[in-house]
């Protein structure tokens, strides 16, 4: 019970322990500014979208703590800020900006903002031109499914239920609704369209989360129904003016069995990506309203990722070996692929069928994100100017990606980042991180805090550990339910690798994991403990007997599976952490992180693991937890300097268990942090 106060001091000892832990690493302040020099060297631009001649942007300033929205008409137009969520604070509790959407002319944009990192948005309506916040406030809009109207007037979208007195929080996601909304109206007055059971020829189940789509310069709406977490959706469509609220008749497009995961619109014309039997992907075309398909692009050895058309082809980010790669298919033509300048990731990328080519964001390990603009006439990708490269020097610095057969036999990926030059002897200071949930790829990302880690000589890698999308479905298959272990040991595996080439050793190497990640780093201590000599779990799954009845809990029964059914039940025994942990065990020092306001992993999951590890571990290593009462999800709504100052504790956390002279504090008093709890 989060809301006992037993719980409340217990959760307040244990920060206030860490934090003072933690601030007595002689080389953190250093380590900190460091890194804050680094964060501000250079700003941030993201989530582009172009709509009525308006550039929408999401950009966070050298000097500023939050990301704002900006818009500017046409690329080269002068830019005007349209919100900044950092006015907003209030009571020492910060706000984010969770999601934007404008309207198919540009004149209106609906915003989702949230407090404290919560991701419970309020949706707000403002205009483009002047800035005005025309003071309409919709809650329980998390999800956002923004779909407006052609004439801009009104919009559908996507609303929680609100639950009833006693309710289990458990519940938080189920029965969500698509709702329809007039500009200027009572939010209170808006009516429902779309949800569980409202219509006999729309099958929407509790987990569902369906939503209204209208694209532009089409007269159909698609109504697509997410499966929880599942990547798979069904979608249905209506003539845009065919939709009556409830009584509205829909019909079939894809069920969950076409294994459709994306798809765009081009008039009558919809493209849709499908893994059915294409484990790597392939793309289909229909022309509504017949919804008989034919394949435009057939499976290869690349991972078709994602499918975006613009006025003169689709476009189709891919994955080759762990590298970005885009593909165009002009309309009525063959697949061509467009040459990147980088070797990298495709980080953000953006079409619209009234417009040619597209905006795609380029980055890699070592060279910082640049908005490129692709002309389909010139065939060439140029620099917009909209995001400066950043001035921090990562010459210095290399990647390279390797391959490690682990103990089945299987070639798992691994990304290694490091000082060009080092010496491998064993006595690198490494952080390994690892994922695998959901088909998620961990592709190449700049972040210019990691020179303060990689210009001490530290090395920082990347396990493409089964149960992500980096080879396809396959892929995700192979570490999910029955077969997750293998997440766990393709981790175990990549560790050793870096131990046995001297990257590193098990005193100097920490191995991290984030939300479903917590499945990934938790197994990998408990089994192997001794590989290790400390571990960051951040807002990690632990406890996944339980997971089912925390608020993200039944959503995410697809992705791991349930405890009512045996067979699940077994599988989530033997990946879940916390009832992997084996009493009077040295197990490595861990540092655990948790945001109260966490809508994906509950605080409790970490508190859980914290308790037991700090009870059965016999190395007299520190385990401590550090909580964030104004954090949610990991940095997912954080300001730069709540980030930075997590960064700063997670370094110098680690170079103080490896021993590095500078981080040891005068008195290395571990044996209090439970203690100072009960």
């Known amino acids: 019970d989060l809301k006992s106060p037993e719980v409340v001091?217990?959760?307040?000892?244990?920060?206030?322990?860490?934090?003072?832990?933690?601030?007595s690493i002689p080389g953190r302040e250093k380590l900190y500014n460091r890194i804050h020099e680094l964060d501000t060297a250079a700003m941030t631009v993201n989530s582009i979208s172009v709509d009525g001649g308006h550039y929408f942007y999401l950009k966070t300033l050298p000097e500023a703590n939050n990301r704002r929205l900006y818009v500017r008409a046409g690329l080269k137009g002068p830019e005007?800020?349209?919100?900044?969520?950092?006015?907003?604070?209030?009571n020492g509790v910060h706000y984010s900006i969770d999601y934007y959407v404008p309207s198919l002319d540009g004149k209106l944009v609906a915003v989702g903002i949230s407090p404290g990192g919560s991701e419970n948005s309020v949706m707000r309506v403002m205009e483009s031109d002047t800035g005005r916040d025309l003071g309409e406030r919709i809650d329980l809009a998390q999800f956002g499914g923004v779909a407006w109207l052609p004439d801009g007037k009104a919009f559908y979208y996507t609303r929680l239920r609100k639950l009833d007195p006693g309710e289990p929080v458990s519940n938080k996601y189920l029965k969500s609704a698509v709702y329809f909304h007039q500009v200027g109206q009572d939010p209170r007055e808006d009516v429902k369209v779309a949800g569980f059971g409202m219509a006999k020829d729309v099958a929407i189940s509790e987990t569902d989360f369906p939503v209204v789509v209208i694209p532009a310069e089409s007269?159909?709406?698609?109504?697509?129904?997410?499966?929880?977490?599942?990547?798979?959706?069904?979608?249905?469509?209506?003539a845009i003016a065919d939709i009556h609220g409830a009584s509205t008749s829909w019909k079939k497009l894809a069920d969950v069995d076409d294994d459709v995961t994306s798809f765009d619109v081009r008039g009558d014309h919809v493209y849709l990506l499908s893994h059915k039997d294409a484990s790597r992907y392939k793309v289909l075309h229909l022309q509504l309203p017949e919804t008989k398909t034919e394949t435009v692009m057939s499976p290869s050895e690349m991972v078709l990722r994602d499918v975006k058309v613009a006025k003169d082809a689709v476009y189709v980010p891919a994955l080759d070996g762990g590298l970005g790669r885009l593909w165009r298919i002009p309309y009525g033509a063959k697949p061509e692929q467009v040459k990147l300048p980088v070797d990298g990731a495709i980080q953000d990328f953006f079409t619209d069928p009234r417009l040619p080519g597209a905006l795609v964001r380029l980055a890699s390990w070592t060279k910082s994100p640049l908005y490129y603009s692709y002309d389909p006439n010139a065939k060439h990708l140029s620099d917009?100017?909209?995001?400066?490269?950043?001035?921090?020097?990562?010459?210095?610095?290399?990647?390279?990606?390797?391959?490690?057969?682990?103990?089945?036999?299987?070639?798992?990926?691994?990304?290694?980042?490091?000082?060009?030059?080092?010496?491998?002897?064993?006595?690198?200071?490494?952080?390994?991180?690892?994922?695998?949930?959901?088909?998620?790829?961990?592709?190449?990302?700049?972040?210019?805090?990691?020179?303060?880690?990689?210009?001490?000589?530290?090395?920082?890698?990347?396990?493409?550990?089964?149960g992500g999308g980096e080879y396809g479905e396959d892929w995700h298959v192979a570490g999910q339910k029955s077969t997750k272990e293998n997440t766990i040991h393709d981790f175990i595996d990549c560790a050793e690798y870096l131990v046995k080439q001297k990257y590193t050793s098990p005193a100097y190497?920490?191995?991290?994991?984030?939300?479903?990640?917590?499945?990934?780093?938790?197994?990998?201590?408990?089994?192997?403990?001794?590989?290790?000599?400390?571990?960051?779990?951040?807002?990690?799954?632990?406890?996944?007997?339980?997971?089912?009845?925390?608020?993200?809990?039944?959503?995410?029964?697809?992705?791991?599976?349930?405890?009512?059914?045996?067979?699940?039940?077994?599988?989530?025994?033997?990946?879940?952490?916390?009832?992997?942990?084996?009493?009077?065990?040295?197990?490595?020092?861990?540092?655990l992180t948790t945001g109260v306001n966490d809508p994906r992993v509950d605080p409790w999951q970490m508190a859980k693991m914290t308790a037991r590890l700090q009870a059965a571990t016999?190395?007299?290593?520190?385990?401590?937890?550090?909580?964030?009462?104004?954090?949610?999800?990991?940095?997912?709504?954080?300001?730069?300097?709540?980030?930075?100052?997590?960064?700063?504790?997670?370094?110098?956390?680690?170079?103080w268990q490896f021993g590095v002279p500078e981080f040891k504090p005068a008195q290395q008093s571990v044996t209090t942090a439970s203690s100072a709890a009960k």
């Open 219 to 238: 007269r159909w709406a698609l109504l697509v129904i997410g499966h929880g977490v599942q990547n798979e959706i069904t979608a249905y469509y209506s």
């Open 618 to 655: 016999s190395s007299g290593k520190p385990v401590l937890l550090r909580v964030n009462y104004d954090g949610g999800h990991g940095t997912i709504g954080s300001t730069k300097q709540q980030r930075d100052q997590l960064i700063a504790d997670q370094m110098s956390f680690l170079l």
């Open 509 to 591: 190497l920490a191995g991290e994991g984030t939300s479903a990640g917590g499945i990934t780093i938790g197994g990998a201590i408990t089994e192997r403990p001794e590989l290790f000599a400390a571990a960051l779990d951040n807002v990690g799954m632990s406890d996944d007997l339980r997971a089912e009845l925390q608020v993200n809990g039944p959503v995410n029964v697809v992705e791991f599976g349930t405890v009512k059914n045996e067979a699940e039940f077994h599988n989530l025994l033997k990946i879940s952490a916390y009832h992997r942990i084996q009493d009077k065990t040295p197990y490595p020092a861990v540092l």
């Open 9 to 23: 001091t217990w959760f307040k000892a244990q920060d206030d322990y860490t934090r003072a832990t933690l601030a």
């Open 384 to 466: 917009t100017g909209l995001l400066p490269p950043s001035p921090v020097d990562f010459s210095e610095i290399e990647s390279k990606e390797v391959k490690v057969k682990v103990r089945d036999g299987t070639e798992v990926p691994l990304s290694i980042v490091y000082k060009r030059g080092i010496t491998l002897d064993g006595t690198h200071p490494a952080v390994l991180h690892g994922y695998g949930s959901y088909a998620i790829t961990l592709e190449p990302s700049f972040d210019a805090t990691n020179l303060a880690w990689l210009e001490r000589g530290g090395v920082i890698a990347t396990a493409h550990v089964r």
């Open 80 to 90: 005007r800020l349209l919100i900044d969520p950092e006015t907003l604070t209030a």
